[in-house]
Every structure is written in C-alpha cells, then in structure tokens.
C-alpha cells in the first residue's frame, strides 16, 4: 500500500469517468503531437533540401515559384535565362559557387534535372552503384527512383516532356544509367541527374522542334517557355562573403532578365502561410486539453465530497494533511500520465499512417517513428495541465475538517 | 493510560462537553454513557485527538497531545489510537486488505499482509481478504473494522456505538471481538454507547449528562 495504488483504487473505483479524462486529454495531446511531428519534418526537409545554397538565379517572376521549383522541385519553373547571363555571372567576385540546373523533362513523374557533379557534392550524395554521368545521354538516379521503377545499372529510360504531367515522350533519344544514388534524406532521392548538354541535346532536336513559335507564345498564357539549347532554368549560388548577401540580390534583380530570390527567405514566407493553419489547429488542440483539466477538476471535485469520509477516516489513521493532498495530486498526475501516453502512442501513429497516405500521393516524406524537441515541453504542459486542475480539489482534502466530517450523521 | 483535567467543549459558544478530570490506566475497559446529544462522541474525538477541546488537556501515554505538532499528532494517532466509528467507513474503493495496509502504510508501520491476513482470520474473515466492504455483511464489516482498528496494535481502542442497529446475539458478538482484540493487544478499551443493554457488561463507566 502506498499513495499511488491508493490513488489508482480510486480511479479504478470510478472507471468511466477516468476514461473519458484520459481520452480528452489524450486527444488534445495526439493532436499536438501530430502537429509537432508535421511541422517540424517539414521544416527540417525544406531546410535541408536548401542547405549551401545562398541564392537562388532564375527568370523573372515569383520569387517563391522560383525557389519551390529549383530547390524544392514541386513548382513549375518561372522560365529560362540565357547561358551568356550565366557566364557574366561567374565572374562575379560575390560568387563562390555556382550550380547550372537545366529543368523541363521528367521520367515516370520524377524530374530529370541537367547540372553538374557539384549539385550531387551540395547534398553529399554518393553513389551506391555505378558512377556519376561524364558523357550526354547518361544519368544518374535518385535512390526513390530506382526503387520506384526497379531499373537497374545499363537499362535505358526515356524522358517525357514537361515537369507536372508526362507529356510527348522523347523516344529517340533515351538515357543510359550508369549511377544510382544512396539514400539522403534529400530531394535528391526524387530526381534523374544528367548533364546540362544532355538536356540542350533532346531539346535540340526531336519532335518538338518545328512547335517552338507555338510554345514561345505559350510564355504569355503564362505557361513557361520549355527550354532551348544555350539556356537554363536556374542558377544556384554560395556566397563568397557575408557581404554578398547584402550587395549581389540587389544586383541581379536590377538587370532586366534576372532575378534573385533566397531559399532561407522564401522558406520562411512559406512557413509563415502555413503557420497561420497550423496555429488554428494548435489553438483548437489547447481547448481540448484545457477542456480535459476541467473535467479532471470536476472529476475529482464531486469525488471529493463522496470521499469526505474517506479524507477523515484516512486522517484519523494517521495520515497528515500533506499525504491526502499529494494523494489527491497523484491522482490528477496519474490521469494526465495517462492522458499523455494515448496521445503520444495516438499522435505517433496517427503520423505514420498520415504521412505514409501522404508519402503515396503527394510525395510528403513524413514518419511517426521520430521524436521531435516540442514534444518534451508538450508533456510537461500536459502533466502540469492534470497536476493544475487537481490542485483545489488537493488543497480542499488538505484543509477536510475531521471532526466535523466524522460527527455528520 | 490517559488522563483528561478540566475538559470543556463548545460549538457556536454552546457547550457541548464538560468533564473534570477522568483518568483511565492502561488495560481497561470503559464505557461512556450518555443519551444523544451528551458529547459522546465529541468525547471520543478529543480522546482520539483529531478535534482539540476549547478548554483542558489531554495527556495520552505521558504525552500532552496539545504540545505536539499537527504531523507529530497525526502520528501518534495512527501508531497508538485504533477507532471504530459507528458508520464503520471502510474505505470502499480498497478491498479489506488494502484496508488494513493502508492503515498501517498512514501509521507509517511495517506493512505486514501476512499478519493482517491471521488477524482477518482469526476474526472469521479469512475468504472476505480481497472482497469489496459492499460485499460484505454488516457484521462482517463490522469485524472488519475492528480489524483495521486494531492492526497497528495500539495502547488505545476507542468505539463508536458499536451495536446500536444490532439485535441482542449480535451485539454481545460486536462486544465480544472488541474485548477480545483489546485483550489481545493489552490496550485500553473506551465504548461510547447510549446502548443500556450493555451497561452490566463493564464495570468502569463514566456517564455524561445531556446539556440544554
């Protein structure tokens, strides 16, 4: 015998009404959790996807198209920038490093991205198998891809026109593999890598080309022109200095074909549209766990005058105040533990399912097995939520007036 | 064993207990006679220290129950006083074990299952050990209640009366298991009772007058 059984007596004693405490509360904590787990894998991804890359040179247009489709690889790209105004820009002091990306066809959904090794070196991508592309007409897989399309080293693929839905395939000229990649955690898991000559190659030739007058004026429906030889869709940059950060988007946003916009920047934009969901939801997830307090409040409220002979009795064996008071608190303590521990194992879950829905249609790589910072505070909120609402009812039982409470008939 | 001087008890300035001095010394048995409304049961309370009388002192075993600290009193009531109410107030959500553990786990004693399972034996309840006080009848939870009274084996067993609402068989039974688990323990035994079938049982008996 101790406080704890004695108090987990009582909640047996009263088993329904533990029941729908615990599962209030653990719904608010499932709902948070899931939050938590989403927003931050988000985040981490996008982070990590736009690691070393300080800048971003595209066509004009949104800065945000610009940046989801060049990075992130989910957008359509905002347009093409003639190779010439690439080469001034290598020049530029301001620029460390500087990554060409030639974008506009796909294979089986899975973007085929011309650039070169220093794009694999951004994300630290390795090969499994094989070696990177040397030659035009070689290609390099992402680690989902291969999966995906179970082809292995030497086997051919063909790329279809456009990014979003396969258009025309480009049947005359398929790719060779001659690289997989591992696993990073990245984008880059996601794409078809090849040489920028390989993609100015198909789209130089093939049949596409006599349509070209047609596509051109298809920019203005706003439709983004598909690529020509000498071009490319975007340029991604490393600073040279801090300083450059300050001097180099002003720069390239004053020249009339350019512009400039910042992973960092345009994440941050993004996440704030996002948040703005989020926090109806969080705030939504914090009624219902205030709501769980309360009804633990009432709970042990009414259980208090039931157990006014119980408090008096216990005190007439012996027991102090202080021990009926931490009693009274264990039991709120012991409700909310449980409260919290559904809605980790609910909320844990709940992601996982969710985010393997998601990782099937929408290509969201979110999992349920990982535990995020947020959580611990989430936990305390919650057991300080139970210790809260059972603090009067504690404070109640302490000041229980034996005597009194033993002479009513 | 204890002894009470110049006890005066008031409610709402309306005095509900008076008694002068009344010592008791260790092993015996007393009642408390008095109609309803007579302080009986207050009596018992100051006796059991959980209520402190407007006036007077109480010494238990030696000890001046106003000179200990509030903690200190709760110990020295679970280690020394056993109490059976008049209501019993077995703690229902606990089976009759855990009744008696808890007993001793608030005297702040060795818990000891095994003893308390031959104490429920020997007071005929050794297959109610694990049942519910609902399920048990009000003779059985009656003994049950002497039991938890005297687990902790103390100097002092004070009861409430403990057979109004019995017929005469059972009564004298109730009777029989207080004496004889005060026997056991050597402990001093105070009855309150208004019950005048019992009065030819004790010897020592104080009576308290009924006030205005």
């Keep these: ?409 | 064993m204890f002894a009470l001087r110049q006890i005066r008890h008031a409610y709402d300035k309306q005095e509900v207990l008076r008694l002068d001095d009344w010592s008791v010394a260790q092993g015996e048995h007393w009642l408390i006679l008095g109609p309803s409304g007579s302080g009986k049961t207050t009596l018992l309370h100051i006796l059991a220290g959980i209520l402190t009388p407007s006036e007077g002192s109480v010494a238990i075993a030696g000890q001046d129950l106003d000179q200990l600290p509030a903690s200190e009193l709760d110990r020295f009531r679970g280690r020394h006083i056993g109490i059976v109410f008049q209501r019993l107030h077995l703690i229902s959500s606990l089976t009759v074990l855990d009744n008696l553990l808890l007993a001793q786990y608030l005297a702040g004693t060795t818990q000891d299952p095994q003893g308390a399972h031959v104490l429920l034996t020997s007071l005929g309840l050794s297959d109610k050990a694990y049942s519910r006080p609902h399920a048990l009848s009000f003779g059985q939870s009656q003994r049950a209640a002497v039991a938890r009274a005297v687990v902790n084996r103390p100097h002092l067993i004070l009861a409430d009366e403990p057979t109004s609402n019995l017929d005469d068989a059972n009564a004298a039974a109730a009777l029989d298991v207080l004496t004889e688990q005060a026997g056991s323990c050597n402990a001093t035994l105070v009855i309150a009772t208004h019950d005048r079938r019992i009065r030819e049982r004790f010897e020592l008996q104080i009576a308290l007058g009924a006030h205005s």
């Design chain 1, 1 to 409: 015998m101790n406080l704890p059984h004695l108090s987990l007596a009582y909640i047996r004693a009263r088993a329904l009404n533990s029941v729908l405490n615990v599962v209030l509360l653990g719904l608010g904590v499932a709902t948070i959790v899931v939050l938590l787990l989403f927003t931050h894998q988000f985040e981490q991804r996008l982070e990590r996807d736009s690691k070393g890359i300080d800048l971003v040179v595209g066509a004009k247009g949104s800065p945000l198209q610009l940046i989801l489709s060049s990075v992130y690889h989910v957008d359509i790209p905002t347009g093409n920038i003639p190779l010439n105004d690439a080469e001034k820009l290598k020049t530029n002091p301001l620029i460390k490093a500087m990554v060409p990306l030639a974008l506009g066809d796909s294979y089986e959904g899975f973007r085929i991205v011309g650039t070169n090794h220093d794009y694999v070196s951004l994300y630290d991508g390795k090969t499994t198998e094989g070696r990177l592309w040397e030659k035009p007409y070689e290609a390099v897989l992402g680690s989902e891809i291969a999966a995906h399309a179970r082809v292995k080293i030497g086997d051919k693929i063909v790329g279809s026109h456009g990014i979003v839905e396969a258009g025309e395939k480009h049947e005359n000229s398929p790719y060779t593999i001659v690289g997989l990649l591992a696993p990073s955690g990245t984008v880059l898991d996601r794409l078809v890598l090849t040489s920028v000559e390989s993609v100015w190659e198909i789209h130089g030739q093939g049949p596409h080309d006599k349509d070209e007058d047609e596509e051109g004026n298809g920019s203005d429906a706003g439709k983004p022109r598909h690529l020509q030889p000498q071009e490319l869709t975007a340029l991604l940059i490393q600073y040279a200095s801090p300083m450059a950060a300050a001097m180099l988007p002003r720069q390239i946003n004053s020249q009339s074909a350019l512009q400039a916009a910042s992973p960092a920047f345009e994440s941050a934009r993004l996440l704030n549209l996002v948040g703005v969901g989020v926090q109806t939801v969080q705030a939504f997830a914090l009624i219902l766990i205030l709501c769980a307090g309360l009804s633990v409040f009432i709970a042990l409220y009414n259980a208090l005058r039931e157990r006014s002979y119980d408090l008096a009795v216990m005190r007439s064996l012996g027991a102090s105040r202080g021990k009926l008071l931490a009693a009274i608190l264990i039991e709120g303590l012991i409700l909310a533990f449980g409260g919290v521990l559904l809605g980790l194992a609910v909320g844990h879950a709940l992601t996982e399912v969710l985010g393997g829905l998601l990782q099937a249609s929408q290509r969201v790589y979110v999992t349920g097995w990982t535990v995020v910072p947020g959580e611990l505070a989430l936990v305390l909120a919650a057991l300080a939520v139970g210790a809260l609402s059972a603090l009067l009812p504690a404070v109640m039982a302490y000041r229980t007036d034996i005597a009194g409470v033993l002479a009513r008939r």
